[in-house]
């Protein structure tokens, strides 16, 4: 089956520094979508992007589908961005989403 | 807001013991997908729902299933629990407005003592 891999596994950031999350996948891709994942276990939708980029505030995400990867940039970091950041990706609509392993961010203030 | 509650948020049981999840997902979510969340892992897939037909499953044993009701609610049942099923349950609606977003619920966790 479809491969998912992030990194880094860890990431620590003073507040207002910016970081890059990647995401890397195994075959073509029907649906790609990043997720923040709240101390609480509540999966919150930042974006859905299987290609092209888009921007939302202070997160940005690029997908390069013929390459197979996913960027997640974040911007002048807050100490609620914390939490883990999920890439997930699925072959077709009626397939079922593949989870990466995530990235556990902690801004610190 | 997805759209998609779960209930109860917290449940304990004992290993042995049955246990019946709940999802509710708003109308435009035919498929309703179930997943499990260990710690320190990322979801792992169940089994999905569309139109009230399961029509995927993960690698989970029979002693996992599930419903999914024409009012777009649905459960995940577990027997006989074992203390690896302690976990977080996530449920997950897609199809609303045409899209394959899929949205998720706050979770169950689960703890088998």
């Known amino acids: 089956g479809i491969q998912v891999e992030q990194s880094p596994p860890d990431l620590i950031l003073q507040e207002g520094a910016n970081s890059t999350l990647r995401c890397n996948f195994s075959d073509s891709v029907n649906n790609l979508q990043w997720f923040h994942q709240n101390p609480w276990g509540q999966l919150i939708n930042l974006f859905y992007?299987?290609?092209g980029t888009k921007q939302n505030g202070r997160l940005s995400a690029t997908t390069v589908a013929t390459e197979r990867y996913s960027l997640l940039y974040i911007s002048s970091s807050q100490t609620t961005d914390s939490g883990v950041y999920f890439c997930?990706?699925?072959?077709?609509?009626?397939?079922?989403?593949?989870f990466g392993k995530g990235t556990r961010l902690s801004v610190i203030a | 807001e997805t759209g998609v509650t779960q209930s109860p948020t917290h449940l304990i049981k004992t290993r042995g013991q049955q246990v019946t999840l709940r999802c509710s997902s708003q109308?435009?979510?035919?498929?309703v997908s179930w997943y499990q969340q260990a710690l320190g892992q990322g979801p792992q897939f169940i089994f999905q729902y569309y139109r009230e037909e399961e029509n995927g499953r993960g690698n989970f044993p029979p002693r996992f299933s599930g419903l999914q009701f024409p009012n777009y609610s649905s459960e995940l049942n577990v027997n006989a629990l074992e203390l690896d099923d302690s976990a977080l349950y996530l449920c997950a609606g897609r199809g609303r407005g045409g899209t394959d977003t899929q949205y998720f619920g706050p979770g169950t966790r689960l703890t088998v003592l």
């Open positions: 992007i299987p290609s």
């Open positions: 109308s435009g979510h035919n498929t």
């Open positions: 997930a990706v699925d072959y077709s609509g009626n397939t079922p989403l593949v």
